[in-house]
């Protein structure tokens, strides 16, 4: 099946300072990618669909300047959190849409802010 | 607005035992539904999906699902557990002719021996 990687896995970083997170669709070409947030034993939630060539459309509520989304090329999609706080720690993931109805998941990024 | 709701959000089988595993949406369109499974501090992935075709959807590992307008379920099902199925599982919505997900909340699910 196709395969969605993640980089980092996980990360630490300091408060205030800024984390960069990579989505990459390994096996096929994703014109349209997404991002979820997921906190401890909680659901996912839609934080923004990613485009490639055009600006990223964000869920309500989803800070568009903190969380930065640039979809550069049909493999790759990279999410900025920026200037992070401890609020901000959690479980990210993305996914690649492959066809209609078909997504595929990265493994995701745990990231803590301290 | 479209909502996904999964009842129970923890479900202990025994081993050999049935699975059953709740989901009931709400969308005023028809739906695409998805049972996605989650292992600890992994990415998800597709167990099964429903997008109009035969109502009962047959999925990886084993497990099936039935759609049923009338009650506007979804249910997970598989007819003897494995230890091995121990997860997280998430019923999850798509509508109209965007691959946006809405996801439920989630059951974990347990296995004893």
């Known amino acids: 099946g196709a395969v969605v990687s993640q980089h980092p896995s996980r990360v630490i970083c300091k408060s205030g300072t800024s984390v960069k997170i990579e989505c990459r669709s390994l096996?096929?070409?994703?014109?349209?990618m997404f991002w979820y947030r997921q906190f401890p034993k909680q659901s996912l939630m839609l934080m923004a669909t990613?485009?490639?060539?055009?600006?990223?459309?964000?869920e309500q509520g989803v800070e568009k300047d903190k969380f930065l989304i640039n979809h550069a090329s049909l493999t790759l999609s990279t999410l900025t959190v920026t200037s992070a706080h401890p609020e901000d720690s959690s479980f990210y993931i993305c996914s690649a849409r492959a066809s209609m109805y078909e997504q595929y998941f990265g493994p995701g990024t745990r990231l803590t802010v301290t | 607005a479209q909502s996904v709701t999964q009842l129970g959000s923890h479900v202990s089988v025994s081993e050999g035992a049935l699975v059953l595993l709740r989901c009931n949406y709400s969308?005023?369109?028809?739906?695409?539904l998805f049972w996605y499974v989650q292992y600890p501090n992994q990415g998800l992935q597709l167990l099964l999906k429903?997008?109009?075709?035969?109502?009962l959807v047959k999925g990886i590992n084993g497990f099936e699902a039935e759609f049923k307008k009338s009650e506007t379920s979804f249910h997970l099902t598989k007819p003897s557990a494995h230890m091995s199925d121990a997860a997280e599982y998430f019923c999850a919505v798509s509508f109209g002719n965007t691959d946006k997900l809405i996801f439920g909340t989630g059951t974990r699910l347990q296995v004893f021996p």
């Open positions: 990613s485009n490639e060539g055009s600006k990223a459309t964000y």
């Open positions: 429903y997008t109009s075709a035969a109502t």
């Open positions: 096996d096929f070409q994703a014109t349209t």
């Open positions: 969308s005023s369109v028809p739906p695409y």
